[in-house]
């Protein structure tokens, strides 16, 4: 991110990494923000979502060209309006194997992945908490050749997520002009709003002041008829 950089900071809030991504360009208030305008953008992105280890982040940023990052932003972006245009079509019925044809694109990017497994000591806060049978544990792991593996935890976060949600569980906010998409966990499919603090608030406060111009209107009216 730039320094003269305006944006507020990129929203993580829709319940699924997969959907956060497809927030990455939203009106989360009154003008539409862009968080992967360019190969820095996505970097900065990536790292937030916890997507990419901090370390390889550093690999690549050292090792790429600033036009190479920009490319595999672009080819973010592409996918991201795929995967928009993927989850309109199909939330209001679940997946059966006749999408399997439209997936392509996605699984053509998830076959270049170089991802290995590796036996690797269990993250000191798992093995305090003392649940772990054991202190090591076995963890896919990616070797960060080229830029465009930036796309491949990306990539695995939608199949994933295509594979084991609920379609008819993505919302859009109903705040308008609000854009951003979440997953509706409740039992009772009644989360409204991308956040209670952000939208449910905002949506509460119009409420409020609708009413209270109802109430003034009716009461200014009512004192008209008295004085008639
Ligand atoms: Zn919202």
């Known amino acids: ?34 968080w992967l305008a360019d190969g820095q953008d996505l970097m900065s992105w990536l790292e ?5 280890p901090p370390e390889a982040a550093a690999t690549i940023r050292a090792n790429c ?4 990052l920009d490319a595999v932003a672009a080819q973010a972006r592409v996918l991201r309006e795929w995967f928009r245009s993927f989850v309109l079509a199909h939330r209001s019925h679940s997946l059966t194997r006749h999408s399997l044809h439209e997936l392509e694109p996605l699984n053509r990017i998830l076959e270049r992945d170089d991802a290995y497994g590796a036996i690797v000591a269990r993250s000191v806060d798992a093995a305090a908490a003392g649940s772990a049978a054991s202190a090591l544990e076995w963890r896919t792991l990616r070797r960060w050749r080229t830029p465009d593996s930036l796309l491949l935890p990306i990539a695995h976060a939608i199949a994933n997520f295509l594979t084991s949600e609920d379609l008819s569980r993505v919302k859009s906010c109903e705040k308008s002009p609000c854009t951003l998409f979440f997953l509706d966990r409740t039992r009772g499919l009644a989360r409204r709003w991308c956040s209670m ?32």
């Open 1 to 34: 991110m730039a320094t003269n950089d305006t944006r507020p900071p990129a929203m993580f809030l829709a319940g699924d990494p997969s959907l956060d991504f497809l927030n990455s360009i939203g009106t989360p208030v009154d003008k539409v923000v862009e």
């Open 197 to 228: 603090t952000v939208c449910g608030n905002r949506a509460k406060q119009a409420l409020f002041r609708a009413r209270l111009k109802r109430r003034q209107r009716s009461a200014h009216r009512s004192k008209k008829t008295k004085a008639s």
């Open 48 to 52: 937030q979502a916890g997507l990419v």
């Open 65 to 68: 060209l600033p036009g190479e």
